[in-house]
């Protein structure tokens, strides 16, 4: 098992900026890829961005590639998505989670946290 809790998400007016973060309690072993997704009400869990934890390469979804930014604190086990420029699209409950895969799918991964809903207002 490996709980992972999200924080960070609120409310923002379009344009704002939000970081979320996301602590993993427990092991994380080098081949785990650690993972934001997010889910709009009424719509499929969507990828957004991932990293790998043993070399630090990420992948960002094309619809957030040049606002968002995945990074991650090795020495505390956390990861954070920085999010700027956002609008109401982007509005959802995110997601971290876990998977010894590096993929976009979401049934990879093993280990999910509660989610943390964001809302942009135009």
């Known amino acids: 098992q490996v709980p992972l809790v999200e924080s960070g998400g609120g409310s923002v007016q379009a344009g704002g900026s939000l970081r979320l973060s996301c602590v993993v309690f427990g092991p994380i072993f080098s081949n785990y890829v650690l993972a934001w997704f997010r889910q709009a009400p009424g719509k499929e869990r969507d990828f957004v961005a991932g990293i790998s934890w043993i070399d630090d390469s990420i992948d960002l979804a094309d619809s957030v590639r040049d606002r968002f930014t995945i990074t991650r604190d090795k020495h505390i086990n956390k990861i954070y998505l920085q999010m700027n420029s956002l609008n109401p699209e982007d509005t959802a409950v995110y997601y971290c989670?876990?998977?010894?895969?590096?993929?976009?799918?979401?049934?990879?991964?093993?280990?999910w946290g509660q989610g943390t809903q964001v809302t942009v207002s135009s």
């Open positions: 989670a876990a998977s010894t895969t590096n993929s976009r799918s979401a049934d990879e991964y093993q280990y």
